[in-house]
């Protein structure tokens, strides 16, 4: 018998707590959303947006905050110091947001800046520049990641867990007549994205895939908050908080598809109860196990966040937040949305799902 830390016969009434949770979801997205639009869009870190990383070591330990005095009012715009490595290591990261600059003369600037004004030793030992052209592809490439992945995932679950690869094929094959008429358009990778993921959740509406619908939507909830929460704090968005949400965005399918799987089970049962103490049941049927999922991968994200440094801090930072709003969205918004426009329903031949949608 597995570790259980939820009693058998537990019975809480989440589905009962849909409209406040929606309510909470709300609120959080439109303040995500308003602190985008409040800071005139993300703050892209040196990844996205250009500029120098310089690795310096020192003779001995220093303060961040001794780093940051010695480099202020030198002219280097928007600079951050982060420490690396382990302790004793005595190795900082410096990034400056600047552009259009020679990486020889601010390798000597910045040396020069640091022996005048700092009474400890210091090397310079990697220097590394990230132009605007180059900044605006990994951009780009970052966004048709994210969206692969929904969209991957979208065509995979219509197609494996709902047992109906020929509807999946035709939504594949909308989706990318879809992307075809868009990209003649020659719209912005933001509005295409966008436009490619609402014709996403419109297929899935239509062709009746309803569990594969719940999923997406969980899964784009989720990367939203976690990006508004980060604009919130005004964290920086680079490459590692993209690979943080496609971290996230696995984690949270895999949670959706473990109480969906059980929705599935416990409706093909002759006395299955309405659908809404259907739903209620799986999720506590499968709480214990959400509650230790999540729990021990915590804790883990906590050591991360804690004993990690400042190098993978804003990482273990968007996989905190990602396994928290995953948790959630996995019980209240894929439950509340499958209760809202029903299962798909079970042993329908596909031809005339399709004729029916």
């Known amino acids: 018998m597995g570790l259980r830390i939820i009693k058998p016969d537990t019975n809480i009434d989440f589905m009962g707590k849909r409209v406040v949770a929606m309510i909470a979801s709300i609120l959080v997205l439109a303040l995500g959303l308003g602190a985008v639009i409040y800071n005139g869009g993300l703050n892209y870190g040196i990844d996205f947006a250009g ?17 940051s005095q010695a480099l202020r009012g ?19 990261l410096l990034r400056i947001s600047a552009l259009d600059v020679n990486a020889e003369e601010m390798r000597d600037r910045i040396g020069t800046v640091l022996s005048e004004n700092m009474t400890v030793d210091s090397t310079i030992q990697r220097l590394e520049m990230v132009g605007p052209k180059v900044g605006a592809d990994l951009k780009n490439k970052a966004l048709q990641a994210l969206f692969y992945a929904v969209l991957f995932i979208s065509i ?21 007549t879809g992307l075809y ?21 419109g ?25 508004g929460i980060f604009a919130l704090l005004g964290k920086e968005f680079d490459l590692t908080t993209v690979a943080a949400l496609l971290t996230i965005i696995g ?20 006395n299955a109860p309405p659908l809404f103490q ?29 004993l990690g440094g400042g190098v993978i801090h804003d990482f273990a930072l968007a996989l905190l937040i990602g396994i928290l709003v995953g948790t959630y969205s996995s019980i209240f ?23 029916a949608a």
């Open 51 to 67: 500029g120098i990383n310089i690795q310096v070591k020192f003779a001995r330990d220093v303060e961040v905050r001794e780093i």
């Open 251 to 270: 984690y949270s399918l895999n949670d959706t598809i473990i109480i969906y799987d059980r929705i599935r089970e416990n409706l093909r049962s002759k």
């Open 278 to 306: 259907t739903i209620n049941r799986s999720v506590n049927q499968t709480l214990s196990r959400t509650l230790l999922t999540s729990g021990t991968t915590l804790m883990v994200v906590l050591c991360l966040i804690i």
């Open 156 to 176: 995979y679950i219509s197609g494996r867990f709902e047992q109906r690869w020929m509807t999946a094929g035709i939504m594949a094959a909308g989706l990318l």
């Open 333 to 355: 918004v894929a439950g509340s949305l499958l209760l809202g426009i029903g299962p798909t329903p079970e042993n329908e031949p596909e031809e005339e799902a399709v004729q």
């Open 203 to 227: 297929l899935c509406w239509y062709l009746r895939l309803n569990y594969a619908l719940g999923a997406v939507v969980a899964l784009i909830h989720d990367v939203l908050i976690t990006v």
């Open 74 to 92: 030198q002219g280097l715009p928007e600079i951050r110091v982060q420490e690396l490595g382990l302790d004793r290591a005595n190795e900082y």
């Open 181 to 201: 008429v868009l990209g003649l358009l020659a719209l912005p990778l933001a509005y295409l994205v966008l436009s490619a993921l609402l014709i996403t959740l």
